[in-house]
């Protein structure tokens, strides 16, 4: 089967997954980026509350892929642009 189980430490909690196998290296490593950047936070900052470090990394992380998406969406549009001006080039081109 293209799946496996495995378990995840996330904050001091262990999360039993289902994953396809394709799928196991990147959830290990995003379970670590989450802990490195909860123990950052936590040795960064004085805070008591280990859900308010959570939030905050929960925040960096969404923030980040908010980014990642607009910038691709606006490559995406300066892509489609250059493909119309590449279009409109072609039609007048006669072979």
Known sequence: MDELSIKVNISDRIYP????HTEEEKI?????LINDKLKAYG???????????????????????ISITDNRANEST???????EIRDLLKHVTI
């Open 78 to 84: 300066g892509l489609t642009a250059q493909l119309d």
């Open 17 to 20: 997954l289902t994953v396809k």
């Open 43 to 65: 040795s960064n900052f004085a805070v008591r509350d280990k859900q308010d470090i959570i939030s905050m990394c929960a925040l960096e992380l969404a923030t980040e892929l």
């Open 28 to 32: 290990r490593r995003a379970a670590k």
